[in-house]
């Protein structure tokens, strides 16, 4: 299949199967990227995430964005781009005229109430299976602990920590090569 029609088809699957934005995502993008079309690695899809996180936009879209430029270039981006949102589009138009007029149905509120939860397990999950391939060093793991803390105790700017990590990143990398 031309490798661009695939980019569109596969990340219109992820976006059909994908509810609760990037970070739900990240189950189902390593099994469609990474295990099935072997477009990128493990490491390759984190950092994509990473970058993803500290660059404006939608960390799922600028994700799909960096998987669809690797294999097909600024078109595969855009593709890629593009396939993730058209679910959400088709999804959200059907969804918004219903919503309007069942909002109000306790069984309608308790199953948005039950996709909540389902979400956070998605995330937790997520976090749990990055931070097992990625803080495997006590010092990674004191990265990682730190910037926890700075984040849920101290209100710190994400682009703050994302710098001083990166700085970090660098620094321990000279040293540990030198």
Sequence with gaps: MNIL??????????????????????????????????????????????????TPGVIAINTATFCGYKKGKNI???????????PSIIIITLISGFLKNFSHIAAIQ??????????????????????KK?????FKFLIFLTTFVALAFFDISPVII??????LGIIFGRFRNA
């Design 134 to 138: 990625n803080a495997r060093t006590p």
């Design 162 to 167: 994302v710098v001083v990590v990166a700085s």
């Design 5 to 54: 029609l695939d980019l569109y088809l596969t990340f219109v699957k992820i976006g059909f199967m994908t509810f609760g934005g990037g970070y739900a995502m990240l189950p189902i993008l390593e099994r469609e990227v990474v295990e099935n079309k072997k477009w990128a690695t493990s490491e390759e899809i984190l950092d994509y995430y990473a970058i993803g996180q500290s």
């Design 110 to 131: 308790h199953a948005f109430s039950g996709i909540r939860i389902a979400v956070s397990a998605l995330v937790l999950y997520s976090v749990i299976n990055m931070l």
């Design 76 to 86: 595969g981006g855009i593709l890629a781009s593009l396939g993730f949102i058209t």
